[in-house]
Each structure stands twice: as structure tokens, then as C-alpha cells.
């Protein structure tokens, strides 16, 4: 374990970033975990604090700092509305993995963390052993919002919540059906952990919407995840061998853009990736530049570098149009910037009429692993949507990041709401038949 005056000599880069917190509290007004706790250790401004009192050698221990530190949903909304433009994400990020030392994660984390997520061989054999249980460790999913409970042992993972579990296939396993195309742009597809095992119908969509578009689509076979679960809990070396893999399998593979479909994904690779630089040899380091350089979410990349055609289908008839909703995922608008382009994907398929929820940008509660650390906080925050779901009265929820799905169909489910969650290129697809 790192002594108080190492922690702190790592700390020292943060300093600068530290400092230019007014302190003003505009983070606590925007703060989805303050309003749920009104603890002021759980807002951006608090964290800071206790960052500044680890530097002025005002702690024996920096447990108590890293427990707080870790205890927040990495949404961004802080930084969203930082008048004086203060990155919070990116210093409690560096601030992990500096305190990682630390933490005190359960031998399950470490090994998830360390053996699993950053190996997708052993991750893709422990989804195949989780995905023949599903029968008898799952109820039947509900036919609308397709979630089930934990048979067996439910108190483990809290027996109020309703999952999406694994897809028979995952996507990585299914045929991309690779078309060439001489005049079309090479994109490279990154699927992320949760649309290979668990979405893989939003894959089969951007396949489908790819070709129709004429648009060369690369899928590596091997892809694992984006590393974020791994640096969030401070797992610097873990993160690195996920970025030092991917690398690898993209050297030789000649790309004008790198898509995903997933808004963390496209957040991690573009933003997070680049962090990673001095952890990372140079070759390694110039090439995630180069990567991040080219990765687009789905929806900007088909709005920005082809443009949406008036789809060929039928116009539905005005009765006929189904009403949706969009939830705009933190990473993709807060992070990136991305609000409109995935709303032009759903506004342009005809059978749907696109009803704004009000607060269409406040945090679902989800972020990642918060949602397991923390879950009855977590279902709080998503709760707090349901109303203005409802209030919509749509029939089907779409939004642009398949953990935010998984959030919504849990907390649809348990309200007993009968509304579908979707990704809007799944809404999109379904315009070219």
C-alpha cells in the first residue's frame, strides 16, 4: 500500500485542476446523487474538498476520501454546468487511480476486474456459462420490456430487481455479412460488452443500416471491453491491457472512422483512452490518438458524414404513429455533445411521433458499476424519470446507450409500465425493409 506522501506526490498534477473550483455550488443544483442524499461529500464541490485536504496533509488516511471518491455516478453533469470549465470526470478519474491503492475491493471485484473484463476470452467464457443458467436461475422475461428475476438466491443482488439477460447469441458470433463497397468509407464497428452479450439486435441494426448506406463495415472478431468498469475502480493496468488489445487487433486494419453504439463506449475511446497515454508505451500512446481521433457515436457519424435519406418505407397514416421518447445518455451529451443526431434518427422513421420528456438530459441513475454498488440509490434516480416518461405517454423509450436501457427496462418493469426500451438506430433500421 502507497504511504500518505505518495498518494499525495500523485495527487500534485491535480493541483492546478483543483484550484480552479470557485467552490460556488453550481455542481450541487445539477448533482442527480446530492439530490437523492443532500450529503455535501456526494457533490462535486465536496469531493474536490477533500482532494484539496488530502494535498494540505489534513488526513492520517486517505480511505475515507477514495470511498467518497468512488461514490458517484461519473455523469458529468457537474462539469456540463461548471462555469469556470472545471473537467470533475477526468480529475476523479485520475484521482482513482492514484488512490487505488487504497481501496478496498472484494477478492470478486479484483478478479472481475483484473481476470475477467480485461481478458474477453475468460469473459466470453464466463457470459457462455451465465447464459446456459438463464433457464433455471431466471424467471421467463416479460414479453414487452423483456427483463426477468433471479430465481434463486435474490437477496444477493437485491430481490426487487428486474434484469435483461443475456441474448442466446451475442453478437460477436453472429456473421456481420462483411460487404465491400468501392466508393463507401471504411468505418470499424467497436460492439462494448453490452451490445455483443446482452443488445445484440442494436449490432444487427447498425449492420443493416450500414449496408443500405453503402458503407464498408469492419468487424474485428476478439473485441472486449473499453476498459472504463476497470479505471473506475482504479484499475490502471487492467485498463491499459484492454487498450494495448484493441490496438493490437486495429493495427493492420485500415479505417476512416471508428462507430459504436454505445454512448460510454464512445466517450471512453475518445476522452478516457487518451488519459491513458503516459501508461502506455509511445507507439501505443500515438496510436490511441490516431484512434480517438476517428471514433464517432452511431448517430453523429451517419447525421455528420452521409446524411439521412427520406427512408423508402410507407409513410404511416398520422393515427398510426406510434409515440416515443428520447433519454439523452450522460456520456453522449454532457461528455460529447451529442443531442440532436440521435433524435434526427428516430424523427426519421415515419411510424414514430417524437414526444420530448421534460429533464430528457437528467442522469437515469445508472452509471455502470454505481448501479451495483449502490442500487437502492440508483433506482431513486431512475424513478425520478418514470414520471416524466409516463407523462409523454409513449409507448416505446429510446436512448442512445445500452446501460441506460438497462436501467429504464428495470425500472419500466417494476412499475409494471408496458413501454419498450430501444436504440434509436434500431428505430432507424426499421425504415429500410
Known amino acids: 500500500m502507497a504511504s500518505m506522501q ?3 506526490r500523485g495527487l500534485k498534477e491535480l493541483e ?4 480552479a473550483c470557485a467552490r460556488c455550488g453550481m455542481c450541487q443544483a445539477v448533482c442527480p446523487l446530492y439530490r437523492e442524499t443532500r450529503h455535501e461529500n456526494d457533490v462535486a464541490r465536496g469531493k474536490l474538498a477533500l482532494l484539496d485536504g488530502l494535498l494540505e496533509h489534513h488526513f492520517s488516511s486517505a480511505q475515507g476520501v477514495s470511498e467518497r471518491l468512488d461514490r458517484c455516478l ?10 469556470n470549465g472545471v473537467n470533475v470526470v477526468e480529475i476523479f478519474l485520475k484521482a482513482r487511480m492514484v488512490l487505488s491503492s487504497v481501496k478496498r475491493l472484494s477478492p470478486f471485484k479484483k478478479r472481475m476486474l483484473s481476470r475477467v473484463l480485461a481478458d474477453p476470452g475468460t ?5 457462455s456459462f451465465l447464459r446456459k443458467a438463464r433457464k433455471w436461475a431466471f424467471t421467463p422475461e416479460t414479453p414487452v420490456t423483456g427483463t426477468s428475476t433471479l430465481r434463486v438466491l435474490p437477496r444477493l443482488l437485491t430481490d426487487n430487481r428486474h434484469w435483461v439477460p443475456l441474448a442466446p447469441v451475442p453478437f460477436q458470433r453472429m456473421d456481420p455479412g462483411n460487404a465491400h463497397f468501392p466508393s463507401g468509407k471504411n468505418v470499424l464497428f467497436f460492439a462494448g460488452c453490452l451490445i455483443d452479450q446482452v443488445f445484440p439486435g442494436i ?4 449492420i443493416k443500416v450500414f449496408h443500405h448506406l453503402h458503407i464498408n463495415l469492419l468487424v474485428p472478431p476478439e473485441q472486449g471491453c473499453c476498459g472504463i468498469p476497470s479505471l473506475s475502480s482504479g484499475d490502471t493496468d487492467a485498463m491499459a491491457r484492454l487498450i494495448r488489445l484493441h490496438v493490437r487487433l486495429f493495427n493492420d486494419l485500415k479505417f476512416d472512422f471508428l462507430v459504436t453504439a ?3 463506449c464512445t466517450f471512453t475511446i475518445r476522452k478516457v483512452w487518451p488519459m491513458m497515454a503516459k501508461h502506455l508505451d509511445p507507439d501505443t500512446a500515438e496510436a490511441v490518438m490516431d484512434i480517438a481521433g476517428k471514433t464517432r457515436d452511431i ?4 447525421v455528420s458524414e452521409h446524411g439521412i435519406n427520406s427512408p423508402p418505407a410507407a409513410r ?3 393515427g398510426d404513429r406510434r409515440r416515443i421518447t428520447y433519454h439523452d445518455p450522460c456520456h453522449l451529451k454532457k461528455s460529447l455533445g451529442i443531442s440532436s443526431e440521435p433524435r434526427a434518427l428516430v424523427a426519421a422513421n415515419p411510424g414514430y411521433e417524437l414526444v420530448e420528456m421534460e429533464k430528457a438530459d437528467q442522469c437515469c441513475g445508472m452509471g455502470g458499476s454505481f448501479n451495483l454498488e449502490y442500487y437502492d440509490l440508483s433506482a431513486r434516480m431512475g424513478n425520478r424519470k418514470l414520471e416524466n416518461i409516463r407523462q409523454t405517454r409513449c409507448r416505446t423509450l429510446a436512448t442512445g446507450c445500452p446501460a441506460c436501457m438497462i436501467q429504464f427496462s428495470d425500472v419500466l418493469s417494476r412499475a409494471g409500465e408496458e413501454i419498450r426500451v430501444r436504440h434509436p438506430i434500431e428505430i432507424y433500421a426499421e425504415t429500410f425493409q
Do not use: H, Y
Request: negative net charge; contains cysteine.
Open 16 to 19: 492546478k485542476d483543483l484550484d
Open 262 to 264: 454505445c454512448a460510454t
Open 299 to 302: 448517430s453523429q457519424f451517419i
Open 316 to 318: 404511416a397514416t398520422p
Open 74 to 83: 461519473l455523469c458529468g453533469s457537474c462539469g456540463a454546468n461548471c462555469p
Open 123 to 127: 469473459f466470453n467464457r464466463m457470459a
Open 6 to 8: 505518495e498518494l499525495v
Open 203 to 206: 449490432g444487427e441494426a447498425v
